[in-house]
């Protein structure tokens, strides 16, 4: 078993995003990734067993980063509107940024019924979501009666699917601001206090 840590793994994904990204995945050949990565090909072979096992390791890698900015932008924000307001503008900027490659890990994942991994890559970041949910709660910022757990997992499916809607839906009636607007104005409506 390759060693995770040891800043291979993470050249290689990094190169295979940025390859997929441009050649598009059919077109992308291990070749390609391994040349871009600076290692060699049986490298590759110590991390994934096949070219469509990258598909998992970069929507982890795609979340992991979203979800670590996420954190840090959210750290110092009192309020849940604030937090909430971070989340939005945090998945819509990696929606832009990745487009090709977020349409890649959901076909890849939904292929493979892959429910199971998404739940897994995910589960940090819905346990934090629902942390933030019960505080706000707590601090009656935010209607007491919530299925937290629910909700988290509700709140971050409705971000991301607004931002694939504007990004690769192509659902830009709106400028990017109002259409964040609009989504931050539903959310923050559903959960006020009345």
């Given at each position: 078993?390759?060693?995770?840590?040891?800043?291979?793994?993470?050249?290689?994904?990094?190169?295979?995003?940025?390859?997929?990204?441009?050649?598009?995945?059919?077109?992308?050949?291990?070749?390609?990734?391994?040349?871009?990565?600076?290692?060699?090909?049986?490298?590759?072979?110590?991390?994934?067993?096949?070219?469509?096992?990258?598909?998992?390791?970069?929507?982890?890698?795609?979340?992991?980063?979203?979800?670590?900015?996420?954190?840090?932008?959210?750290?110092?924000?009192?309020?849940?509107?604030?937090?909430?307001?971070?989340?939005?503008?945090?998945?819509?900027?990696?929606?832009?940024?990745?487009?090709?490659?977020?349409?890649?890990?959901?076909?890849?994942?939904?292929?493979?019924?892959?429910?199971?991994?998404?739940?897994?890559?995910?589960s940090p970041y819905y346990d934090w979501l629902e942390d933030k949910l019960l505080?706000a709660m707590n601090n009656k910022e935010i209607i007491g009666d919530l299925h937290?757990?629910?909700?988290?997992?509700?709140?971050?499916?409705?971000?991301?699917?607004?931002?694939?809607?504007?990004?690769?839906?192509?659902?830009?009636?709106?400028?990017?601001?109002?259409y964040k607007k609009r989504v931050f104005h539903f959310i923050e409506r559903s959960?006020?206090?009345?």
């Open positions: 078993m390759a060693n995770l840590t040891d800043g291979k793994y993470n050249l290689i994904l990094n190169a295979a995003m940025e390859v997929i990204t441009e050649k598009g995945y059919d077109k992308t050949v291990i070749s390609d990734i391994v040349k871009k990565a600076g290692v060699a090909q049986g490298t590759f072979y110590l991390y994934f067993p096949s070219k469509k096992a990258l598909i998992p390791a970069i929507a982890d890698h795609l979340l992991t980063i979203t979800f670590g900015n996420i954190k840090e932008k959210a750290q110092d924000q009192e309020s849940f509107r604030d937090v909430l307001q971070v989340i939005i503008n945090e998945t819509f900027s990696i929606t832009d940024s990745y487009k090709e490659i977020l349409i890649l890990c959901y076909s890849g994942l939904a292929i493979d019924h892959s429910m199971e991994k998404w739940e897994a890559i995910y505080k937290a757990k629910w909700t988290a997992r509700l709140i971050i499916n409705l971000i991301e699917n607004a931002a694939e809607r504007y990004y690769i839906g192509h659902e830009q009636e709106e400028s990017l601001d109002v959960l006020r206090r009345t």
